[in-house]
């Protein structure tokens, strides 16, 4: 069984494209750590914003027990991760969602090693592979920067 870690933003769920139009709305820098520290992340928690089935995908990798499904993601405050595990549990009661402050690397947060990493930032799958884990790539448009590229999660049933 593989121990699997898969990204939210941007793999379950489309927030980044709605956080950038916000910040652009509101007229703040998109790099401004403000910013998401005090959004209301509730509002965009959303079944509307899921990215290609992945609710169902993550259903098919667990009913496959070829994997030890888990949530890894990066929070900016408390009330985020708190507003994404609620999320998460709507649809999955014994789902392990690990929260991961923004200024600490997600290969800090749990053991790497032959692990596997679902991410769409590049950043985290350079740092995931280089503690010894397996990186793989989200990208809706097939762009793998380097890694092995995905744009379903249920395609890693036929990775792995």
Known sequence: MHKLYIDFDGVILDTITVLYEEADRQEYDRSD??????????????????INDSINCIQKLIDSNKFDVN???????????????????????????????????????????????????????????????IPVRFSTKLNGKGFKVIDRLDQLLEMF
Do not use: Q
């Not at 403000?34 to 928690?45: M, R, S, T, V």
């Not at 690397?105 to 679902?118: F, P, Q």
């Open 33 to 50: 750590p403000e910013f998401y520290k005090n959004f209301n992340f509730k509002c965009i928690l959303k079944d509307k914003y899921i």
């Open 71 to 133: 949530i890894l993601t990066h929070c900016n405050s408390i009330k985020e991760g708190a507003d994404k595990v609620r999320y998460i549990r709507k649809f999955f009661k014994d789902m392990t969602v690990i929260i991961c402050p923004k200024e600490i690397s997600k290969t800090k947060m749990v053991h790497t090693k032959d692990a596997i990493l679902v991410d769409d930032y590049a950043g985290n799958l350079r740092e995931w592979e280089s503690e010894g884990g």
